[in-house]
């Protein structure tokens, strides 16, 4: 018998939409993977497999506000506009809504953001 620390596959809660948009830019304008956001989705994936949590960070196409990018949305709940700002500060906020709402879902109360 083989001796591994085997944990078992869940089924993802919610997913975790983080927009990883890169325009051509002959403009200049704005989009979240020049913000940070494949960064951030890399750092928010490894945080949430670390905690265990049934949750699946999905990489997606534009979710049309550029501007205030880098863009998240939590499935059901929770939508972010981190306005370039990829601090530890704001990867903890996210991770906290992520949290709430695992546990929200887990608990059998009604999902949503926060109020």
């Known amino acids: 018998m ?3 620390d085997f ?8 997913t975790l ?3 990883i948009n890169r ?4 403009d200049n304008l704005p989009n979240c993977t020049g913000r940070g956001s494949r960064g ?6 490894q945080l949430i497999d670390g905690e265990g949590l049934p949750v699946k960070v999905l990489r997606g196409p534009c979710m049309n506000n550029c501007a205030k990018g880098p863009n998240l949305k939590i499935q059901g709940a929770d939508y972010f506009n981190l306005d370039s700002d990829v601090s530890d500060a704001r990867v903890e906020e ?7 709402e695992v546990a ?3 608990s059998g109360a009604a999902p949503g953001p926060a109020v």
């Open 104 to 106: 929200c879902r887990t």
């Open 94 to 100: 996210i991770m906290s809504a992520v949290r709430r």
């Open 23 to 26: 325009r051509l830019n002959t």
């Open 17 to 19: 939409r983080i927009c």
């Open 2 to 4: 083989f001796e591994v």
């Open 40 to 45: 951030l989705a890399d750092q928010l994936e």
């Open 7 to 14: 944990k078992p596959a869940t089924a993802p809660l919610f």
